[in-house]
């Protein structure tokens, strides 16, 4: 089992900046790779981004592409969620995720953990 443990979520304006975290314990080993999904308040839960732990690399949803950037401290187990330039429509409720088999994915259903997910509210 992984648990995961967001952290960092609040209240800010249009174009300002936010970072989540997420710790992660117990068999953290297992986890292969990691994402971020949001839930804005009538719409379905989506992919923000990932992390592969075998490739390395991240990923992002265009709507993020190149204002959020994900990265990940090993010796802490814990994974984070820089968000920058945020807008109103940034706003949900941020779900970190840890995948047990390797390669990223943009589908949660593929996810084997989840955390119980902190708020991000953006004003205009």
């Known amino acids: 089992q992984v648990q995961l443990v967001e952290s960092g979520g609040g209240l800010v304006q249009a174009g300002g900046s936010l970072r989540l975290s997420c710790a992660a314990s117990g068999r953290t080993f297992s986890a292969q790779a990691m994402g971020w999904f949001r839930q804005a308040p009538g719409k379905e839960r989506e992919f923000v981004g990932g992390l592969s732990r075998s490739a390395g690399g991240t990923y992002y949803a265009n709507s993020v592409k190149g204002r959020f950037t994900i990265s990940r401290d090993n010796a802490q187990n814990t994974v984070y969620l820089q968000m920058s330039s945020l807008r109103p429509e940034d706003t949900a409720v941020y779900y970190c995720?840890?995948?047990?088999?390797?390669?990223?994915?943009?589908?949660?259903?593929?996810?084997?953990?989840w955390g119980q997910g902190t708020q991000v509210t953006v004003s205009s």
């Open positions: 995720a840890a995948k047990s088999t390797r390669g990223w994915s943009n589908d949660e259903r593929f996810y084997d953990y």
